[in-house]
């Protein structure tokens, strides 16, 4: 079965630094998409960033300048570089592979992580 394993989140003061990988394994023969969401308490999921196998990236605007994405291909592993983090920036974040084929399949799939917090507070 594919797994989206995250790691890296936690309580940051504002202004901090943190960094989010995600791992996907399994019988995978490669991935199209892979990128991050997130879910502030009681607000709907937003996409943050995304970057593709060809390495075009989509970043939500209001963390330009201040989150990047970056993506190993070789080790199915996706990050989110976080910098200057702000309050508003708590949220739940979900990692998510989309294009996702199995080795032995001509068939596309769409995965998601269990989730992380981030928490940015003084």
């Known amino acids: 079965q594919v797994r989206l394993v995250e790691s890296g989140g936690g309580l940051v003061q504002p202004g901090g630094s943190l960094t989010l990988s995600c791992e996907a394994s399994?019988?995978?023969?490669?991935?199209?998409?892979m990128g991050w969401y997130r879910q502030p308490p009681g607000e709907q999921r937003e996409l943050v960033a995304r970057?593709?196998?060809?390495?075009?990236?989509n970043i939500l605007d209001s963390v330009k300048g201040r989150f990047t994405i970056s993506r190993d291909s070789a080790k199915n592993t996706v990050y989110l570089h976080m910098n200057s983090l702000k309050p508003e920036d708590t949220a739940i974040y979900y990692c998510?592979?989309?294009?996702?084929?199995?080795?032995?399949?001509?068939?596309?799939?769409?995965?998601w992580g269990q989730g992380t917090q981030v928490t940015v507070s003084s």
């Open positions: 998510y592979a989309d294009g996702v084929t199995l080795v032995g399949s001509p068939y596309e799939y769409d995965y």
């Open positions: 399994g019988s995978i023969n490669s991935i199209d998409i």
């Open positions: 970057i593709t196998s060809s390495g075009r990236t």
